[in-house]
């Protein structure tokens, strides 16, 4: 469930950098959440991150 099915946003890759600049690995997650849309008055559950539902209000595409 960590994909958006609207934007594709995936999980990414980076370091967990400490003070004394030791790296480790760190997976970075996006904030996914299942939303119920209504497209072309029939309801979808889908899979949406929470910055794509921001852009959908500010668009004017969902309330």
């Given at each position: 469930?960590?994909?958006?099915?609207?934007?594709?946003?995936?999980?990414?890759?980076?370091?967990?950098?400490?003070?004394?600049?030791?790296?480790?690995?760190k997976?970075?997650?996006?904030?996914?959440?299942?939303?119920?849309?209504?497209?072309?008055?029939?309801?979808i559950?889908?899979?949406?991150?929470?910055?794509?539902?921001?852009?959908?209000?500010k668009?004017?595409?969902?309330?």
């Open positions: 469930m960590a994909i958006c099915e609207i934007s594709g946003k995936g999980k990414m890759y980076g370091h967990n950098v400490s003070f004394s600049q030791h790296k480790t690995r997976v970075f997650k996006p904030n996914v959440q299942k939303k119920t849309l209504i497209v072309n008055g029939r309801k559950r889908a899979n949406v991150a929470t910055s794509t539902i921001r852009t959908l209000k668009k004017g595409l969902i309330k």
